[in-house]
T-cell receptor
């Protein structure tokens, strides 16, 4: 069975400090992994994607994620948080099994304090 | 703007009424997806089209729900005899694998409120 677990429902950081949003996945197949961000009253925006090319993936707005197969993890990081990063973040697993099964995590709400 | 568009953005209806939502994907994208998102949750997959063919349907898609993509371009999602539990954000996404990994781009969503 395939699943995605975002380990924290809420993360709070101070502006200028590092951000770590954790994601673990379970899949019998080689997955593609994504992080999306959703700002209030706005659509889902793609931050970055892992496609089996490089394990360290760089995305928009200074975000990065590292695919660790041995740990089945795909954690999202940013060296220095900005107020505008406050949003909901979703880790997504996509598996090509003939169709395209897409599974979203429950989301992590990031709060950034001034 | 060449992104995914959805109409209407908001819909308020009374229980028992039928509603229809429209999604216009990015023009060169041959795949189209519908999701439902309730408050505090991640989006849940409903159904998927490749061109005009509906290839996957979730168990969440009860017989009151029907989706079409008649010409392989825009898609409609209809909910018949709406129930209060149908209140949610309905998201549409489109993609193409032509540029490598199939990456979904999302529209702004249609927020449905059933009174």
């Amino acid at each position: 069975a395939q699943s995605v677990t975002q380990l924290d429902s809420h993360v709070s950081v101070s502006e200028g400090t590092p951000v770590l949003l954790r994601c673990n996945y379970s899949s019998s197949y080689s997955p593609s992994l994504f992080w999306y961000v959703q700002h209030p009253n706005k659509g889902l925006q793609l931050l970055l994607k892992y496609t089996s090319a490089a394990t360290l993936v760089k995305g928009i707005n200074g975000f990065e994620a590292e695919f660790k197969k041995s740990e089945t993890s795909f954690h999202l990081t940013k060296p220095s948080a900005h107020m505008s990063d406050a949003a909901e973040y979703f880790c997504v697993v996509r598996i090509n099994t003939g169709g395209f099964k897409t599974i979203f995590g429950a989301g992590t709400r990031l709060f950034v304090k001034a | 703007d060449t992104g995914v568009s959805q109409n209407p953005r908001h819909k308020i209806t009374k229980r028992g009424q039928n509603v229809t939502f429209r999604c216009d994907p990015i023009s060169e994208h041959n795949r189209l997806y519908w999701y439902r998102q309730t408050l505090g949750q991640g989006p849940e997959f409903l159904t998927y089209f490749q061109n005009e063919a509906q290839l996957e349907k979730s168990r969440l898609l009860s017989d009151r729900f029907s989706a079409e993509r008649p010409k392989g371009s825009f898609s409609t999602l209809e909910i018949q005899r709406t129930e209060q539990g149908d209140s949610a954000m309905y998201l549409c996404a489109s993609s193409t694998a032509l540029a490598g990994v199939d990456t979904q781009y999302f529209g702004p969503g249609t927020r449905l409120t059933v009174l």
